[in-house]
């Protein structure tokens, strides 16, 4: 698995069903999976979860972020649910 910096951009309507599905991941407490820009991946039940805001002289961002050791990420299953 080689490094990854990518940035997938959602209708409002797309961004806000998938915030849905990983709220409901995240309230199972469980493991889930996830896709982003083709690439499907586990996450582990326990990442990290942060929010990051970010203030510029042009712009603004806030950023929702799950982080998590590679070594965390291993025994994937298929019954696991997908965001």
């Known amino acids: 698995m080689g490094a990854r910096d990518i940035e997938a951009t959602y209708s409002a309507g797309e961004f806000a069903a998938?915030?849905?599905?990983?709220?409901?991941?995240?309230?199972?407490?469980?493991?889930?999976?996830?896709?982003?820009?083709g690439e499907r991946f586990h996450v582990p039940r326990d990442a990290a979860f942060s929010v990051e805001h970010e203030r510029g002289?042009?712009?603004?961002?806030?950023?929702?972020?799950?982080?998590?050791?590679?070594?965390d990420a291993g025994d994937e299953a298929d019954d696991e649910p997908e965001v």
């Open 57 to 71: 002289d042009e712009e603004e961002e806030v950023e929702f972020q799950l982080k998590w050791s590679l070594a």
């Open 18 to 37: 998938k915030l849905r599905r990983l709220a409901d991941a995240l309230e199972s407490g469980g493991p889930f999976r996830i896709q982003i820009a």
